[in-house]
């Protein structure tokens, strides 16, 4: 099992940026991904983006390509999340979750199926 923990949250003005950190823990070496989601009041959790552990491959929802970019560093076992050009559309509970082996099921690791582990989430709020 890996426990994860965010930080970073906060609120910031349209157009301002915020970096997510999320501190992995435990059974870390069996981690094969880690990923973003968000859930808005009233909305289903949704992803946001997803990085492989061992070749940093990443993804990205179309809603945030070109503005977010997911990064790990091994060392610290973090993955953070630069969030540039915030909208308040961005505003959600952040949470960081680890995948611990390829999921070949539907979505792959845009599902949330695909990860056992969840932190306990960081509230993003951008004002208009």
């Known amino acids: 099992q890996v426990q994860l923990v965010e930080s970073g949250g906060g609120l910031v003005q349209a157009g301002g940026s915020l970096r997510l950190s999320c501190a992995a823990s435990?059974?870390?070496?069996?981690?094969?991904?880690m990923g973003w989601f968000r859930q808005a009041p009233g909305k289903e959790r949704e992803f946001v983006s997803a990085?492989?552990?061992?070749?940093?491959?990443?993804y990205y929802a179309d809603s945030v390509k070109g503005r977010f970019t997911i990064s790990r560093d091994n060392a610290k076992n973090t993955v953070y999340l630069q969030m540039n050009n915030l909208r308040p559309e961005d505003t959600a509970v952040y949470y960081c979750?680890?995948?611990?082996?390829?999921?070949?099921?539907?979505?792959?690791?845009?599902?949330?199926?695909?990860?056992?582990?969840w932190g306990q989430g960081t509230q993003v709020t951008v004002s208009s």
């Open positions: 435990g059974r870390t070496f069996s981690t094969y991904a």
């Open positions: 990085i492989k552990w061992s070749s940093g491959s990443t």
């Open positions: 979750a680890a995948s611990p082996t390829y999921y070949s099921g539907s979505g792959g690791l845009y599902s949330s199926s695909a990860y056992g582990s």
